[in-house]
């Protein structure tokens, strides 16, 4: 433990009882239940698979007691609204004016890996133009941290960089309200496309300096070791001696300038405080499954979040973004190792944020959750193969953690933590191997049959007992278990009135009852995959490191939706069929699980149609406050959003940014001048670049693969001489260039 902070025990001592309280309401209720459920189980002659079930069911039974209790101790916290320990607590009301210290800056992070370009923009332009509408833009440095591997995303960031920061540097110069025009072509200097600039030789020389407007700053990370972890360790390196605090953001986030100026107040007052994460509330829901998410993500989720404050206190978890760290000790105590091994429970670590914070409490440092800091966002994927993807890889890396857990100096609270993470997705194999047991033991009963004489002597026949209050008081107190936070949360708003902010108390209810039916039918695939997942973990398959899809433009298709979802189709059909002929009894139990697998295709498609999300809006469903009220930073990404491109970046397709390095004499100019390649060609590598040329010219871009690319964008001789030599093609060549 650092010893530099004594006065860290007054809430040590305190969370350190709050979470033997919680073990005990755990544990207890746990062991009840599973008194209860042994005895009512029908199959008593088959002990074995008995205890299984039982096992099982108590494992499954704690599991969703620790969100029932934090909801609950969440609840009565922002009811009573006093809370001694809140980590923003002497902080300026809301809506004051904030003065930070003029000794340092903080950088602000965006690590990017093959995101639009043109998204990620519009989050930067928007958090610098709310900065600077509170004139807190000098505090702080913006770093795009890019790991991108596709050689198009790459030099279309270059590209939109370079756009940002002009179009920043006209808006800073000429205006001072920030939600003017902000594209102005005069200003960006755009060359065209055309044989007399192309054959100019003094274009292949910056004819504009780059200079970092804004505090706006771009890196391109050539090899991407350790990820996304690895990319901010990189920036720690080069350039973290210069920032007191870094504050972390995902592609797709949004932090006001109130919430980025109040993590730094806190920090300031609170120098025992290593990481503080905000609870980002999800934005620009589209289809109906993100408004679904969405919704529930505002209504549920400040009091699940206030309740995990109560019981972590300063040991909390970190996220991976929307969150603020004090950059010394990150470099001092959270270095994270490589796991040894070549399962899929070895490398890097995937889920680093979770590490992260373990060690950051390790070296003394407190971890805390602003529960109440209001002004951070964030977006979810549109659709469940989106949604699925994501969650393949944070099965991994939450499973990594097995590893983790007795590891020596982490606190009990962040094993607990790392146990919370592994149950995120071991649940899912847990609740299907429950089911998969109780299907057993029916069809084993029909073909035994009930023993009603036990070997041994025996004067009376043993009848089969049957308990149907024990059974229903189970059942009940398992629904009261699941279902309860939400009715909380329901209650919570309409006392405090905000109502109105989700369309009024009526269309709130019947919202309600649309995400609960939506996310009953959804549970069932969702755990049928996590279970997959984890499986293929443990057999030791790896997941690759794979872009998440933010756009949502487009849905999935009836053809990728059979692709996908044939197999929990057939298997709830079979399951659900089955046990229709076999036992109706148990089919009526089983069947709200074999009809959400057997309509998994339609259920994935039409979840993923904005037209229907777009429908429920316009009838006043499943609104937020972040549609009915939006802040300020919203309203400003939605303007930014629509806006159209400059004519210069849509004369050749935005997803074809080396195709524009070899044709557009601006856009090599700046690749090169970013990138600044100038390494001398070895002789097998020289006869492999005149090897690509040749083959560019022959075939066209589209010839090329993405590590052929990398190549030659790689090499500055090399994309002269091939930008040179395709506008001297003749003009069919040129159709290969799209030209």
């Not at 029916?442 to 009848?463: H, K, Q």
Request: a positive charge; aromatic letters at 14%.
């Amino acid at each position: 433990m650092n010893q530099a902070y004594p006065f860290k025990q007054s809430w040590e001592s305190m969370g350190y009882l709050r979470r033997i309280v919680l073990i005990i309401l755990i544990v207890f209720p746990t062991f009840l239940a599973a008194s209860i459920m042994y005895p009512i189980l029908p199959f008593q002659e088959r002990p074995i698979i008995s205890h299984i079930m039982t096992y099982l069911f108590a494992v499954l039974f704690a599991w969703i007691s620790v969100g029932f209790w934090s909801s609950l101790a969440g609840f009565f916290l922002l009811l009573i609204k006093r809370d001694r320990y809140k980590i923003t607590k002497g902080l300026p009301p809301l809506n004051s004016t904030l003065t930070l210290p003029s000794d340092f800056k903080t950088a602000i992070l965006f690590p990017v890996y093959n995101e639009d370009p043109f998204m990620v923009a519009e989050g930067i332009k928007t958090v610098i133009r709310s900065l600077r509408n509170k004139q807190l833009d000098h505090h702080y440095d913006l770093f795009i941290l890019s790991d991108s591997t596709n050689p198009d995303t790459w030099v279309t960031e270059e590209e939109v960089f370079y756009n940002t920061a002009k179009t920043l540097e006209y808006e800073k110069r000429n205006f001072t309200n920030v939600e003017s025009d902000v594209f102005h072509e005069n200003n960006l200097k755009y060359e065209r496309i055309n044989n007399s600039t192309s054959s100019d030789n003094n274009s292949y020389h910056a004819s504009e300096k780059i200079e970092n407007v804004g505090s706006l700053f771009y890196r391109h990370r050539q090899f991407n070791l350790k990820r996304k972890s690895g990319n901010i360790a990189d920036f720690c390196r080069r350039w973290g001696k210069d920032y007191r605090y870094l504050i972390i953001f995902d592609a797709d986030s949004l932090m006001s300038a109130d919430c980025l100026a109040r993590l730094v107040l806190t920090m300031e007052q609170r120098p025992d405080v290593g990481i503080i994460q905000t609870p980002p509330k999800a934005i620009f829901s589209l289809s109906l499954l993100s408004r679904v998410q969405q919704f529930a993500n505002h209504l549920y989720g400040s009091i699940f979040a206030a309740g995990m404050h109560f019981w972590q206190l300063g040991d909390a978890q970190f996220w991976g973004h929307n969150a603020i760290i004090r950059t010394q000790p990150f470099m001092d105590y959270c270095q994270l190792p490589r796991l040894k091994g070549s399962s899929a429970l070895s490398g890097d670590i995937l889920s680093h944020d979770f590490v992260e914070s373990a060690l950051m409490r390790k070296g003394g440092y407190g971890v805390w959750l602003a529960y109440d800091m209001e002004g951070s966002f964030e977006m979810n994927p549109h659709t469940l193969t989106d949604e699925l993807t994501r969650d393949r890889r944070w099965c991994q890396g939450n499973l990594q953690h097995i590893r983790l857990l007795f590891t020596k100096g982490f606190f009990p609270t962040h094993r607990a933590l790392f146990l919370n993470g592994i149950m995120s997705y071991g649940s899912a194999l847990l609740w299907f191997i429950f089911l998969v047991t109780s299907t057993v033991e029916v069809v084993l009963a029909l073909i035994t049959g009930p023993v009603y004489f036990p070997e041994g002597p025996s004067l009376f026949t043993d009848w089969p007992k049957y308990f149907p209050g024990w059974a229903l008081a189970l059942l009940s107190s398992t629904a009261l278990l699941l279902f309860f936070p939400k009715i909380l949360s329901f209650i919570y708003v309409l006392i405090h009135l905000d109502f109105s902010k989700y369309g009024g108390v009526i269309k709130l209810l019947i919202s309600v009852f649309i995400e609960v039916f939506i996310s009953t039918l959804l549970a069932p695939v969702r755990m049928l995959f996590h279970s997959y997942f984890v499986f293929m973990t443990f057999l030791g398959i790896k997941v690759g490191w794979n872009p998440q899809n933010r756009g949502g433009e487009t849905g999935i298709n009836w053809g990728s939706a059979i692709r996908v979802y044939w197999f929990p189709t057939i298997l709830g059909v079979l399951w659900g069929l089955s046990m229709y002929v076999l036992s109706p009894g148990f089919f009526y139990w089983l069947s709200p699980v074999a009809l959400s697998l057997s309509i998994s295709v339609p259920l994935a498609v039409l979840t993923s149609r904005q037209s229907i999300g777009k429908q429920f809006f316009r009838l006043g469903l499943l609104l937020t406050p972040a549609d009915t009220n939006p802040s300020q930073e919203i309203v400003l990404l939605e303007k930014a959003y629509k806006e159209e491109l400059p004519p210069e970046l849509l004369a050749i397709p935005r997803n074809a940014g080396f195709t524009r390095a070899i044709l557009l004499p601006r856009t090599l100019n700046l690749h090169l001048f970013i990138s600044g390649h100038n390494r001398k060609s070895f002789p097998a590598k020289a006869e492999r670049l005149n090897k690509l040329i040749a083959k560019a010219l022959k075939f066209g871009p589209s010839g090329l693969t993405m590590k052929d690319k990398k190549v030659l964008l790689n090499d500055k001789d090399s994309l002269i001489l091939l930008h040179k030599l395709v506008w001297k093609l003749p003009s069919e060549s040129l159709r290969l260039w799209g030209i």
